[in-house]
């Protein structure tokens, strides 16, 4: 497995509580992204970062913030979690070169609840 | 805006039977697919990818420009197979848009 960790695993938290999920990579690859899964809808793209600094949203983003100061972190902010937030959260992360492009390697996924 | 639609939320099938998995696409771009897999209590993972036109455990998926499907198929389904699948577009760089996934469950 490539080196992705996630944490925490397990979150339960009640609406209206901050929550900060991360994502750490030993890779040293360019590309980082946070995607949330939920039945029905796959995987969607919360944000995504190219490098240090510099983030994008993606698909979903609204409520959830990002920031990557360091190539081997990005955390995921819920400044106020909802309902609607509860998931399972995934980070990936993918080198960008020809060949390999497209090919994300994803950490084992953080499973929130919001009460 | 690119979308990817995997119609089949669930596909049952018996050990031995022929499977085929749907994915289509809408993207107005010269499109880059991929399959990602998910087995129990595993991370999600690569199966496979267009441009590679490679057999991966025994699945093969074409894509089908006229019809905007990219369908992973495998002549003889085994148990090890049952999982997670979700059919996956590059649209941009490193920028993948997933499909709703489909589990299979491949009966003994």
């Known amino acids: 497995d490539a080196g992705i960790t996630q944490s925490p695993r397990h979150k339960v938290t009640e609406t209206g509580t901050p929550v900060t999920l991360r994502c750490h990579q030993t890779e040293n690859h360019r590309y980082m992204y946070w995607y949330r899964q939920d039945p029905g809808h796959g995987l969607r793209l919360i944000h995504y970062?190219?490098?240090?600094?510099?983030?994008d949203k993606g698909e979903v983003s609204d409520g959830y913030s990002v920031s990557r100061s360091k190539t081997e972190d990005f955390l995921l902010t819920l400044e106020s979690a909802t309902s609607s937030q509860t998931s399972v959260y995934f980070c990936?992360?993918?080198?960008?070169?020809?060949?390999?492009?497209?090919?994300?390697?994803f950490g084992e996924g953080s499973r929130l609840t919001v009460l | 805006a690119q979308r990817v639609t995997q119609p089949e939320k669930l596909l049952s099938v018996f050990k031995g039977a022929p499977v085929e998995l749907k994915c289509n696409y809408s993207y107005s771009g010269s499109p880059e697919l991929f399959w990602y897999v998910q087995y129990s209590r595993q991370r999600l993972q690569l199966l496979l990818r267009h441009i590679s036109r490679e057999s991966i455990k025994g699945f093969t998926a074409d894509l089908n420009k006229g019809e905007t499907s990219f369908h992973l198929k495998k002549p003889f389904a085994q148990e090890e197979d049952s999982a997670m699948y979700y059919c996956a577009l590059n649209n941009a760089g490193n920028m993948l848009t997933f499909g709703g996934g489909t589990r299979l469950m491949v009966k003994p």
């Open positions: 970062s190219y490098g240090v600094k510099d983030t």
């Open positions: 990936a992360i993918s080198e960008s070169s020809g060949r390999r492009t497209g090919e994300l390697f």
